[in-house]
C-alpha cells in the first residue's frame, strides 16, 4: 500500500542528530542564519509547524495595523482558517477562479477594503499562484501579501523562490511535506519592520522541551519505517492515527524549533534537490501517460492533483480500482465555507468552483516509493474511470494555471 505522501528520514540523521543535540544549543539559529542567506530574507524564524507559522505572521501584521479581515482561496488547507482563528482574525474565503487553485480575481477585487489585513498566496500542492498579480492588486491599499509555500519549499516563479515575493512567507516541516522533521514550520520576512514585528511576537513564544524532542524523535521514526509500501497498511488501518483526514484544529501549541528538529535538516538542501528531482520525474510520467491531463509546466508537485469530470468517477477510482492501494487519495472535503467550525463566523456566500473541486479531486503520489512498476498501475487506474472522455483536468505550474475545458 502506497502512501501518499512521503519519504524516509535515514537512520543515520536520527542517530547523529539526536547526540548533537545534547552538546549543540545553537543549531536551531545556524539553520535561521542558513535559510536567510539562501532565500535573501531579512529574518527566518523556526517554530513547531506551518500553522504556528502563519500565526505568528498574521499577529505581527495584525499589530503592525489593527486590521483583521485575512483572504484566502476557499479551496485551500484547513491549516490555514485554523491559524487564522487562533490570531484572533476573521477568515474571509474567496472562490477560486475556471483554471487552476488561485483566486477568482474578479471576485477578490471587489473584496480588497481598506479593513483587510493581508490577502495569502497559496502554493496548493507545490503550484505557484500569481503573487505578482495579488501584489499588483494590493498595492497603494495597505494589504499585505502573505506567501502559503506549506507545500512549496525549493519552487520558484519566474526565477524567483516560493515564499520570497511576497511581504512575508512561510513553510511547513510536517511529515509529507518537501522536507520534514516530523513537525515544524519556517517564518521568512523580507522587510526589516516586519522582520522586526515578528520577532516582538516569537519573543514570547516558548521554547519546545526535551519531551517535545522525545515525542519528535520516535513518531517521526515510526513514521519513517511504515511509510514503507510493504508496512503502510498497518498505520493506515489504525483509526486513531488520522491518517489522510483533514481536520480543522481549533487549538494547536505554538513553539519554537528545537535543536534536535534543526539537526535533522541541517542538510536540507540536498534532500530538497534529491526528493524534487524525484518528484518532478514522476509528474512528467503522469502528465504524459494520463487521458487527457495538459503538458502543464515541469513542477516538483508534492502530490500531483488531477480533477475528475465529476464525483461519480472519483468512487469508482477509490472503490472499484482500490485506488487507496495506490496512494490516490482526495484531498479537502469541502471548501473553507463549509468547514462546520467556522459555522457564524463567515458570511453566507457560495463557493461553487471550490465546492467542484472538493467533490472531484484526486491526488496522485510522486514521493520516493513510488516505482515505475506504481507508476503504470497509478495511469491504468484513472484511466479506466475516464473511459477516454475528455475532461480530466491538472493544474499545471503556469502561474494562471491552464485546466482544458477548465473547472
Known sequence: MLAPV???????????????????????????RALERYFGASRAFGVSSGKAALTLVLLALHHMTGRRKVIIPAYTCYSVPSAIVKAGLDVVPCDIGEEGFDYDYEQLRVMLGPDVLCVLSVHLFGIPSDTPRLKAACRDTGIFVVEDAAQAMGGSLDGRLLGTIGDAGFFSLGRGKNVTCGTGGIVLARDPEIATAIDAVVVDVPGATRADDAFAFLTLLALSALLSPLLYWLPSGLPFLRLGETIFHEDFPVRRLSSFQALLLRDWLGHL???????????RYYRANIVGVSRGSDLAYL?????????????????????AVLGIRPMYPASVGAIPQLRGRLSEC?????????????????HPFVTAGDRARIC??????????PGIHEATGHPVAHMSGGL
Not at 534537490?273 to 509528474?283: V, Y
Not at 502530490?303 to 477510482?317: A, K, N, Q, S, T
Not at 465546492?355 to 472531484?360: F, H, P
Open 6 to 32: 512521503g519519504y524516509r528520514v535515514p537512520m543515520r540523521a536520527f542517530v547523529s542528530s539526536a547526540a548533537l543535540a545534547v552538546v549543540r544549543k545553537n543549531a536551531e539559529a545556524d539553520l535561521m
Open 273 to 283: 534537490s534529491t526528493l524534487d528531482a524525484i518528484r518532478r520525474e514522476n509528474a
Open 303 to 323: 502530490r500531483f492533483p488531477v480533477v475528475l469530470p465529476d464525483p461519480g468517477r472519483r468512487r469508482r477510482l477509490m472503490d472499484e480500482r482500490d485506488g
Open 350 to 366: 457560495d463557493f461553487p468552483r471550490s465546492e467542484r473541486v472538493a467533490r472531484s479531486l484526486v491526488t496522485l503520489p510522486t
Open 380 to 389: 491504468e487506474a484513472v484511466n479506466s474511470v475516464m473511459d477516454q472522455a
